[in-house]
């Protein structure tokens, strides 16, 4: 399958003519090219978004709102092709495609459709002045979107909805690794109503393509999320052209697990909390705490439970857990095991490459349960964003949120307990964007979503986002 650029409308290849070839994770082959966009078809697209900005911020909140809904509908209505072409893309089981990716890529489009209808904005009387504040919330115009591979169409909508309802026009790259569904949304934006130019998708790698959305002068704000190596170096190429940033990058999220809690439902959305997707959820609960009169039971409990997850071929009905995204990736994740082992790490379950019959060439690996002697060590720290978790025990709630605030990064917790106190307490206090308690990935689109520390800046959701895609403008009226 090769794809193109989907600009002023129009499909189009790169002007380079340089292509990137597009591996299917599931068998390692490779079924499809996409562009390697240059600066010249970034400029294409910029001026495609520039041309339709005046039109499309004078565009009624109605009709953008229609425009919307109707984008929403249409992913609906194409379910099933958009979750095989994820699946396919990405290695992902076909069934969370079908169920998480493609249902809440559809209703970030419906939720924003309907978001746009009730921003408002702020009005200061000055009292004592004879004055009258109000604010302008005007739309940016042209903006840069950039997202990456582990929910591809999902996070891609999350910020492409948002900037258009709010009115501006959008540069938008997905990943190069995960390129499909994206492409396939240009046919669904043309369908829907979606004036040219509105939104253009350029494909490419990071360094050429992404590197030329950060770097133009005139787009002047870049939602980006992704590795927090790349969000640090955007910030540094956007920060002296003043643009606005919002960067949603990496995590290493406690799961702190308490004796009190409900414990079937806790063992249960565990297992879904280490494993959904590979492991490859940027909100995964990759280091698992323990109160120690549990923490055996536990880790028998456990064991068993993620023994009987299937790894399969991503496209059957029955597979829990797919391929990883790619083979570097696997790579990066086998590495990660061995210095476990090197750590004095204990390797529970797992920790195998898989070869599935037929698909000998796949990036299959085994949910990897390591049991670490100490918070202190590499696998315990760095972002690893595969099936590896890790687990040890804890005695008391001063040494476990000591340990989980103890990393660079802060996006998410999930905590386990009845005790209200305690839940107050420990949410105060744990050093994170968003704290699930006795749950864990349940979404609310109004409600802010980011990370604090090495997990990014901004937020994401709701009128946050409305608020980062257009600027407030105060105006002063004397009577
Ligand atoms: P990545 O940083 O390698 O790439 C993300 C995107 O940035 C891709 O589209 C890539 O092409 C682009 N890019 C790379 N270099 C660039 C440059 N110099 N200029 C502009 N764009 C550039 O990340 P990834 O490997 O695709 O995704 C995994 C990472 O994303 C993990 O760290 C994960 O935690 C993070 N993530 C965070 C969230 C969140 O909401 N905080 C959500 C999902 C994933």
């Given at each position: 399958?090769?794809?193109?650029?989907?600009?002023?409308?129009?499909?189009?290849?790169?002007?380079?003519?340089?292509?990137?070839?597009?591996?299917?994770?599931?068998?390692?082959?490779?079924?499809?090219?996409?562009?390697?966009?240059?600066?010249?078809?970034?400029?294409?697209?910029?001026?495609?978004?520039?041309?339709?900005?005046?039109?499309?911020?004078?565009?009624?909140?109605?009709?953008?709102?229609?425009?919307?809904?109707?984008?929403?509908?249409?992913?609906?209505?194409?379910?099933?092709?958009?979750?095989?072409?994820?699946?396919?893309?990405?290695?992902?089981?076909?069934?969370?495609?079908?169920?998480?990716?493609?249902?809440?890529?559809?209703?970030?489009?419906?939720?924003?459709?309907?978001?746009?209808?009730?921003?408002?904005?702020?009005?200061?009387?000055?009292?004592?002045?004879?004055?009258?504040?109000?604010?302008?919330?005007?739309?940016?115009?042209?903006?840069?979107?950039?997202?990456?591979?582990?929910?591809?169409?999902?996070?891609?909508?999350?910020?492409?909805?948002?900037?258009?309802?709010?009115?501006?026009?959008?540069?938008?790259?997905?990943?190069?690794?995960?390129?499909?569904?994206?492409?396939?949304?240009?046919?669904?934006?043309?369908?829907?109503?979606?004036?040219?130019?509105?939104?253009?998708?350029?494909?490419?790698?990071?360094?050429?393509?992404?590197?030329?959305?950060?770097?133009?002068?005139?787009?002047?704000?870049?939602?980006?999320?992704?590795?927090?190596?790349?969000?640090?170096?955007?910030?540094?190429?956007?920060?002296?052209?003043?643009?606005?940033?919002?960067?949603?990058?990496g995590g290493k999220n406690p799961n702190i697990i308490f004796?009190?809690?409900?414990?079937?439902?806790?063992?249960?959305?565990t297992v879904?909390s280490s494993f959904?997707?590979?492991g490859?959820?940027?909100?995964c609960g990759s280091r698992i705490f323990v109160e120690a009169p549990i923490y055996e039971k536990f880790k028998t409990d456990f064991v068993?439970k993620v023994?009987?997850?299937?790894?399969?071929?991503?496209?059957?009905?029955?597979?829990?857990?797919?391929?990883?995204?790619?083979?570097?990736?696997?790579?990066k994740v086998m590495q990660y095991i061995n210095i476990a082992k090197q750590e004095n790490g204990t390797i529970l379950y797992g920790g195998h490459?898989?070869?599935?019959?037929?698909?000998?060439?796949?990036?299959?690996l085994e949910p990897t349960i390591i049991e670490v002697p100490t918070d202190e060590c590499r696998v315990n720290q760095e972002e690893i964003f595969g099936p590896v978790v890790t687990i040890m025990p804890f005695n008391t709630?001063?040494e476990v949120l000591q340990i989980a605030n103890k990393v660079k990064y802060?996006?998410?917790a999930t905590?386990w307990?009845?005790?209200?106190?305690?839940?107050?307490?420990?949410?105060?206090?744990?050093?994170?964007?968003?704290?699930?308690?006795?749950?864990?990935?349940?979404?609310?689109?109004?409600?802010?979503?980011?990370?604090?520390?090495?997990?990014?800046?901004?937020?994401?959701?709701?009128?946050?986002?409305?608020?980062?895609?257009?600027?407030?403008?105060?105006?002063?009226?004397?009577?």
């Amino acid at each position: 399958m090769n794809i193109q650029n989907y600009i002023n409308g129009k499909f189009t290849p790169p002007f380079s003519n340089e292509w990137i070839d597009n591996y299917c994770p599931a068998d390692g082959k490779v079924y499809g090219q996409i562009p390697n966009s240059s600066k010249a078809d970034v400029e294409n697209a910029y001026t495609a978004a520039k041309l339709a900005f005046p039109d499309w911020s004078k565009t009624t909140l109605e009709t953008r709102s229609r425009i919307l809904i109707k984008i929403s509908e249409l992913l609906e209505a194409n379910l099933q092709r958009f979750a095989e072409a994820e699946s396919k893309d990405n290695g992902k089981p076909i069934n969370l495609a079908k169920t998480v990716d493609i249902p809440r890529a559809a209703s970030n489009f419906r939720f924003f459709g309907n978001a746009i209808t009730q921003f408002a904005s702020e009005s200061h009387e000055s009292v004592g002045h004879n004055a009258i504040n109000y604010t302008l919330r005007q739309p940016i115009g042209v903006v840069g979107c950039i997202s990456p591979w582990n929910l591809p169409l999902y996070l891609f909508t999350w910020k492409i909805a948002p900037a258009i309802a709010a009115g501006n026009c959008v540069v938008a790259k997905p990943s190069e690794v995960t390129p499909i569904t994206a492409y396939l949304l240009g046919e669904i934006c043309t369908e829907a109503g979606l004036p040219n130019g509105v939104l253009n998708i350029v494909h490419g790698l990071g360094t050429t393509t992404g590197q030329a959305i950060v770097e133009h002068p005139d787009i002047k704000a870049i939602s980006f999320t992704g590795g927090t190596a790349t969000g640090a170096h955007i910030a540094k190429v956007a920060a002296p052209m003043f643009k606005k940033l919002s960067l949603e990058l990496g995590g290493k999220n406690p799961n702190i697990i308490f004796a009190d809690c409900d414990y079937n439902d806790m063992l249960e959305t565990t297992v879904r909390s280490s494993f959904a997707n590979q492991g490859q959820i940027c909100l995964c609960g990759s280091r698992i705490f323990v109160e120690a009169p549990i923490y055996e039971k536990f880790k028998t409990d456990f064991v068993e439970k993620v023994k009987q997850l299937k790894v399969g071929h991503p496209s059957k009905e029955d597979t829990n857990i797919g391929a990883l995204v790619s083979k570097p990736h696997l790579e990066k994740v086998m590495q990660y095991i061995n210095i476990a082992k090197q750590e004095n790490g204990t390797i529970l379950y797992g920790g195998h490459k898989i070869t599935i019959a037929d698909y000998e060439n796949g990036y299959y690996l085994e949910p990897t349960i390591i049991e670490v002697p100490t918070d202190e060590c590499r696998v315990n720290q760095e972002e690893i964003f595969g099936p590896v978790v890790t687990i040890m025990p804890f005695n008391t709630e001063a040494e476990v949120l000591q340990i989980a605030n103890k990393v660079k990064y802060g996006l998410s917790a999930t905590l386990w307990t009845n005790d209200l106190k305690r839940t107050m307490r420990m949410s105060n206090k744990l050093q994170s964007g968003i704290v699930w308690v006795n749950t864990w990935m349940l979404r609310d689109l109004r409600t802010p979503f980011g990370g604090v520390k090495d997990s990014g800046m901004g937020r994401e959701g709701g009128f946050e986002a409305l608020r980062f895609f257009t600027e407030a403008k105060n105006v002063c009226i004397k009577y």
